[in-house]
């Protein structure tokens, strides 16, 4: 086996309306073969190994300089898939998989023996999802396995949304990446715990509570993990616990009507510009000729919050490209999936909110 560091990674463009199969098969062979492959799915891309194999999940952690406790998900291809990383499936999972699979939803459930704890981090839980992006499923049908996939970023980067950000991470310590283009929702799945008494949200995503409630006829709660700004909960998930999505610089969300969000962060990069800083601003298409940073980001429009979703890593990473020492961002609290979006802006920005 090579090991992680030295190889020459392989890329590979697959046009997900006409999969090349040549380069479909090499890619489940090297997974097959217990080697990494990040590919493209509907969320974020992700780094994929042969999710029962130890050594397989061993590598993604290197790879990606993951701590250990923190558990993979398991991609799967159909619905029973499941039984063979489940312990037993509960009717709720059932419920879900038909309103939302193949979709950005990842169900907990307990663990059968065939899932090694080098995959769920020694937890007694698994993570399972279908992803709806045909290079993934394919993938997952071509190697013959479950696939372990995280997001394919160093750990604490942004997650990636296209190829690039998978090479500017990965390249040269994963076999191949599989480039179908930029992903359409661009924030991580939505989690959800079977596990507990109630079914309950560990990471808000683009499936939302009300969405899921809504098919289960019951109650589904919202992990207090994930709410509280300070570290007095911890929250269930591992992988929240950690300052992911940051950018390098400071950043700083400023709350409030438009006008007066325009006049604080002007004010404020007036300030640190005298300091001799290089800021940028995160802004929509209604705002952004009304700021006089050094580098205006335009995230889309404020009524579009799935262009919102989408383009937010592409450009915390570009705040990092761009060497800038401060990031002031517009607040995102969109209706629907607003809670997923400023899950991920809160924890770039540190939960540093400036209300006006
Ligand atoms: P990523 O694939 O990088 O989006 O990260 C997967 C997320 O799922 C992390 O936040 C993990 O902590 C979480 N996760 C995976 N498996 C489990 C599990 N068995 N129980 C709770 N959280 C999990
Ligand atoms: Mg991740």
């Known amino acids: 086996m090579k090991s992680v560091g030295v190889m020459e990674t392989i890329i590979e463009k697959v046009d997900p309306r006409q999969i090349d199969e040549h380069i479909m098969e090499q890619a489940g062979q090297l997974i097959a073969e217990g080697e990494l492959v990040a590919f493209p799915t509907e969320t974020v891309y992700g780094l994929g190994g042969d999710a029962l194999h130890p050594e397989a999940a061993k590598k993604i952690y290197a790879a990606k300089g993951r701590p250990s406790d923190n558990p993979l998900i398991v991609h799967i291809a159909e619905f029973s898939d499941m039984e063979r990383v489940a312990k037993t499936i509960p009717e709720q999972a059932k419920k879900l998989a038909d309103a939302f699979w193949p979709g950005p939803l990842t169900m907990i459930v307990w663990k059968s023996d065939a899932v090694p704890s080098a995959t769920t981090g020694g937890m007694d839980t698994v993570a399972v999802r279908m992803p709806n992006h045909p290079v993934a499923l394919d993938l997952i049908r071509k190697s013959g396995c479950l696939i372990a996939a995280p997001s394919a970023n160093t750990s604490g980067r942004p997650s990636p949304t296209e190829a690039q950000h998978v090479a500017e991470d990965l390249s040269?310590?994963?076999?191949?990446?599989?480039?179908?283009?930029?992903?359409?929702?661009?924030?991580?799945?939505?989690?959800?715990?079977?596990?507990?008494?109630?079914?309950?949200?560990?990471?808000?995503?683009?499936?939302?509570?009300?969405?899921?409630?809504?098919?289960?006829?019951?109650?589904?709660?919202?992990?207090?993990?994930?709410?509280?700004?300070?570290?007095?909960?911890?929250?269930?998930?591992?992988?929240?616990?950690?300052?992911h999505y940051a950018p390098k610089a400071d950043m700083v969300i400023v709350d409030g009507a438009q006008d007066a969000v325009v006049a604080k962060i002007n004010e404020l990069t007036a300030a640190r510009q005298a300091e001799g800083k290089k800021v940028a601003v995160i802004a929509t298409e209604e705002t952004k000729e009304q700021y006089d940073a050094d580098v205006i980001l335009c995230i889309g429009k404020r009524a579009d919050e799935d262009a919102i979703a989408q383009h937010l890593y592409k450009i915390l990473r570009e705040c990092d490209e761009l060497n800038v020492g401060e990031i002031y961002s517009e607040c995102f609290q969109t209706p629907r999936i607003g809670q997923a979006i400023m899950n991920r802006l809160l924890k770039a920005a540190g939960h540093t909110v400036i209300h006006v």
């Not at 990446?177 to 992903?183: F, N, Q, R, W």
């Not at 661009?186 to 596990?195: F, H, M, V, Y």
């Not at 006829?217 to 207090?224: A, F, L, Q, W």
């Open 172 to 243: 040269g310590r994963i076999a191949m990446i599989l480039d179908g283009g930029p992903v359409g929702i661009g924030i991580e799945s939505t989690i959800i715990d079977l596990t507990e008494d109630k079914p309950m949200v560990l990471r808000p995503g683009y499936i939302t509570p009300e969405m899921l409630s809504e098919v289960l006829g019951e109650e589904v709660v919202i992990d207090p993990g994930i709410i509280a700004a300070d570290d007095t909960r911890k929250p269930k998930a591992p992988g929240m616990k950690y300052k």
